[in-house]
């Protein structure tokens, strides 16, 4: 707990950023420039037994995701 106390900023950033590279990675190769629905996307992210679950991110929801895309 003290580890991620003292690093709340820069573990939430990591966990943000390996969210996003797999979501556009995801929405990249599965529909190319298709237009989807996010949480069509985001159903095919969390397929995945190892993706970085959203609330370890800084967004709340997939909307807060969406609009920060």
Known sequence: ???FRDN???IMD???KTF???YVETLRRRHGTQRMNANNV???VIQDK???HMNSTKWATLTDFVQYL
């Open 50 to 52: 190892h993706h970085v």
């Open 20 to 22: 996003e590279r797999e």
């Open 42 to 44: 985001y159903q095919e």
């Open 8 to 10: 709340v900023g820069g």
């Open 14 to 16: 990591d966990f943000s």
């Open 1 to 3: 707990m003290k580890i």
